[in-house]
């Protein structure tokens, strides 16, 4: 498949987009990023059931923190299975819900992780040309703003926690973007 990305000077230049999975990395790292991501999305959808942090006058739910990660580890998902392997996982993930969480926060949470994460999906495929911790800042930027929009007034009736889901969301995401960051000069993965 041939992507469009913009770059510095340049309207657009064509590059190659993968829709298919690394043999490299698909096998094991791949299987464990999706084990990673189907847990984060069963322990953010608990947390957000049972427990909830005050700090001042915001009010954060846990599983926003864990949900945050979640993004940057369906990433990872991406980078191992490409798309069709990500899609997988999050609709895997959102069936998973239901097993872990009220009937609310299982529905709020099908709807939410279904939107963001598609849409976040997508942001890191056609931001990934420009770098890995440049596609994961991009892609969880839109995801946890989307995930959060729909989330809130679905899970809890009104936008109060709104706030708290946004905060608890983009400290996770500074969370992944560092540790992405640091794994990449690790291993001197283009970041």
Known sequence: ??????????????????????????????????????????????????????????????????????????????????????VIAIAGASALSAFVASPRIAFASAVGFGVSELIDSWLYHWSRARGRVFAVGVSNLGGLLVDSAVFVPCAFGSLALLPGQLAGKALATVVALVAVAALGRGVGVRS
């Open 1 to 86: 498949m041939i992507a469009l990305a913009n770059t510095p000077g340049t309207l657009a230049r064509p590059c190659r987009a993968r829709l298919t999975p690394s043999p490299a990395v698909a096998p094991v790292a791949g299987w464990v990023a999706t084990g990673c991501y189907l847990a984060s999305v069963a322990g953010a959808n608990w947390a957000s059931t049972h427990h909830l942090a005050v700090l001042g006058s915001v009010v954060v739910p846990l599983g926003a923190c864990v949900a945050g990660l979640t993004f940057a580890v369906r990433d990872a998902v991406h980078e191992a299975f490409g798309m069709a392997g990500a």
